[in-house]
C-alpha cells in the first residue's frame, strides 16, 4: 500500500508537467477555432498530444477560412506543415545563430511530401522580423511571425502566423517534370520484303517452276516411266522427272500430269492384294 502511494504521488504529477492537450490550449482563443476544429476534422490533435516536444504555428480565423475549400488529405497536409517538431518561443527564434533555420514538420514525419515539402524555413530579417515559409527552392517567406500564443517551455509552444505555408507544388500546380511518350518501335526496312518474298527458282530444275500447270494442262502424251529418274536434268524431285529430250521448261507437256499418282496407287494396292489372296490359297492347299 506504501509502494502503491509513492508511485502514486510521484508520477502522477510528473506526468501532467509533460503531458498538454491542444485542442484545451486553442479552446481559451475565439480567435482560432477555426483552426482548432481543422485540426479536430484532420485527425491531427491527437498526433501532437502524443508528442513531448511541439510547436504549432496557428492562423487566426480569417486566414484559417483557405482550408475549407481543400480536399481532407490537402487539408491535413498543410495543416500538418504548420506542426514543428520541435520546441520554438519567440526568444529560441529571435536568437537563431544563423539568422535562418530549416525546420522539420509533422508533414515530413507522414512520408507523403515530396522533395523539401515537408521542411520549413524560417529567417531573421531585418529589424528582427521572423518570416516562415516553405523550404522548397523558390518559396517566398509569406508567412510572418505575429505573436506567442501560449508556451509551456521545452514541451509545447503555440505561435500565431499571418497566413498559412503552401508549398509550391502541393496546392494542385503543375510539376515541371512531364513524361515524353515513347518513340515508335524501329522497323527493318529489309525483313518485311523478305517475309513475303518468294524463293528463285533452281537454274538446274527448270521444270519444277511450271509443276502447278502441269496439273491444269494434262499432256496428251504418255508420261515418263517412274522409275528411270535417270533421264531428269539435275535433282528433281522423283515422280514429276521430265525426260531429256523434253520440251524446254514453259512447255506444260513435259510435266506428268496430276491423275497418274491415284492410278499408281490402285495398281499397287491390286498387286497386295492379289499377292495376299494367293498365300492364303497356298496355305489352305498345304492343309
Known amino acids: 500500500m506504501k509502494l502503491y502511494l509513492f508511485f502514486a504521488v510521484f508520477f502522477v ?29 484532420a485527425k491531427l490533435s ?27 488529405d490537402m487539408m491535413k497536409g498543410i495543416l500538418s506543415l504548420h506542426v514543428v517538431l520541435d520546441y520554438y518561443d519567440i526568444p529560441k527564434l529571435q536568437k537563431l545563430s544563423k539568422k535562418t533555420a530549416i525546420l522539420t514538420s509533422l508533414f515530413q514525419s507522414s512520408g507523403l511530401a515530396r522533395g523539401q515539402q515537408g521542411f520549413l524555413n524560417v529567417t531573421v530579417e531585418s529589424g528582427g522580423k521572423v518570416a516562415f515559409g516553405s523550404a522548397v527552392a523558390g518559396a517566398p517567406l509569406g508567412a510572418e ?21 503552401i508549398p509550391p507544388g502541393f496546392d494542385g500546380s503543375p510539376t ?3 513524361s515524353s511518350p515513347p518513340p515508335p518501335p524501329a522497323t527493318s526496312p529489309g ?21 502447278p500447270q502441269a496439273a ?4 496428251s502424251d504418255s508420261p515418263p516411266s517412274a522409275d528411270s529418274p535417270s533421264s531428269s536434268p539435275g535433282s528433281a524431285p522423283t515422280g514429276t522427272p521430265p525426260a531429256a529430250d523434253s520440251t524446254p521448261a514453259d ?28 498365300a492364303a490359297l497356298a496355305s489352305l492347299l498345304a492343309f
Open 13 to 41: 504529477p510528473f506526468s501532467s508537467i509533460v503531458a498538454f492537450n491542444i485542442t484545451q490550449i486553442l479552446e481559451k482563443y475565439p480567435d482560432f477555432s477555426s483552426f482548432n476544429n481543422f485540426l479536430s476534422q
Open 46 to 72: 491527437s498526433q501532437i498530444n502524443a508528442r513531448q516536444t511541439i510547436t504549432v504555428l496557428a492562423v487566426a480565423n480569417g486566414a484559417a477560412g483557405q482550408l475549407s475549400g481543400m480536399s481532407p
Open 145 to 165: 511571425l505575429m505573436k506567442s500564443i501560449e508556451s509551456e517551455p521545452y514541451n509545447v509552444s503555440v505561435l500565431q502566423v499571418s497566413s498559412l505555408i
Open 176 to 178: 515541371n517534370s512531364t
Open 191 to 211: 525483313s518485311a520484303p523478305n517475309a513475303t518474298q518468294s524463293p528463285t527458282p533452281s537454274a538446274s530444275s527448270p521444270a519444277e517452276a511450271d509443276a
Open 216 to 219: 491444269e494442262v494434262p499432256s
Open 251 to 278: 512447255a506444260p507437256e513435259a510435266s506428268a500430269p496430276a491423275n497418274d499418282g491415284p492410278s499408281s496407287g490402285s495398281a499397287i494396292l491390286r498387286v497386295g492384294f492379289t499377292m495376299a489372296l494367293t
